[in-house]
């Protein structure tokens, strides 16, 4: 009997780097379904992976996550086609429009300045800050940083380059559903597909994993439980993503006893379609040319993946675990070391209490 996969927005970046590592893995006894809003990107998506892996078995299904109907017809469909679904990947997600927020970034740099030239050339603090005090007493940006002995105005700014939380703007729009796009995408429409797919998740006797790419952006401030789809707010992808965290959490209190185990992931920064558009001056090739600079803040954050291939890590990590032995609340982080090594670590996102 194959293990039956599902991953939602396969077609491109994180979701297909998921699934050419999982046919990787184990081709022969896997059966993988696509399931794409686009069925042209989705039919492209299948050949590319059967010309690594000719013996897979790869089934495309329509889902547009972002249309209650989409949804509900997607899994009749897949009720219809298997009896069981060992793995469903909730990974399609978007973050309409972002724009990268130059001002909010170098205030964020520079307020740190001298703290972050300490860090990246280790100069002790007292020379440091003679030299410094001295060449910019009269620069801005020294104003700014009234705490120098703060330790953490270092770890502010990695947290910046870890999480993108202040540097960027977003824009939400209305399905014709009604629902806001970025929570019906993200969250609603995975919260409806599990509820449907329910018969083929909880099996007597089986277990059966989902699993969230959730996100470092997901941010508790972001989220209100009385605007559930961030009518008011302005950060709709963050509040999506925490929204996800919470939603797994609660879903494993509703469904372990059947055997059904949920999970989020966070699988870095990653190069891929949705971000490209952040710098929207600087098209997809030419972001390699930032790759330098990329690998040079990796040295002090390990949460830049970069590539698809590296932030499927904690994906692919969670498909070899058996689910009961895992942390519901942990988030599993696919991570790279300085020197390019790729390894998954939970990290706890969520306290009891909370
Ligand atoms: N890249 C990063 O740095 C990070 C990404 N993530 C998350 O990873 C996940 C994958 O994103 P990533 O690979 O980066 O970006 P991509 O844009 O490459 O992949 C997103 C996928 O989701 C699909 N999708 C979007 N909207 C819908 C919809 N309404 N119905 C069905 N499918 C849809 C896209 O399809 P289509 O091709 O048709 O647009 C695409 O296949 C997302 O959930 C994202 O939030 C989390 C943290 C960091
Ligand atoms: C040198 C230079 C131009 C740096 C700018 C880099 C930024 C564009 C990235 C730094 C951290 C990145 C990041 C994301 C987007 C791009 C950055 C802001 C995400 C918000 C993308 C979506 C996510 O889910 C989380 C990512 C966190 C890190």
Redesign the pocket.
Known sequence: MKTVVLVTGANSGIGLALCDRLLAEAAEGLLLCLACRNMQRARAARLSLLASHPSAQVDLLQLDTSSISSVISAAQEVKHKYDRLDYLYLNAGI?PNPK?DIKA?FRGLFSRYKTFLQTIFNVPYIILNTLISKILWTNICFCCCSDLSNPFCCSKIIAM????EG??TQWDGVTPDGLREVFATNLFGHFLLVRELEPVLCRPGETSQLIWTS???AHRSAFSLEDLQHQRGTQPYSSS?YASDLLSLALNTHYNKQGLYSSVICPG?VMTN??YG??PTLPAFLWNL?LP?FWLIRVFTNTFTLTTHSGAEALLWLYKQRPETLDPYAKYHSLTSGLGNNYTQPRKVLQHHQ
């Open positions: 973050m990268f970034f380059f870890a999480t993108g540097i960027l996100s470092s952006n993503k920064f949705l971000t952040i710098l930032l600079i």
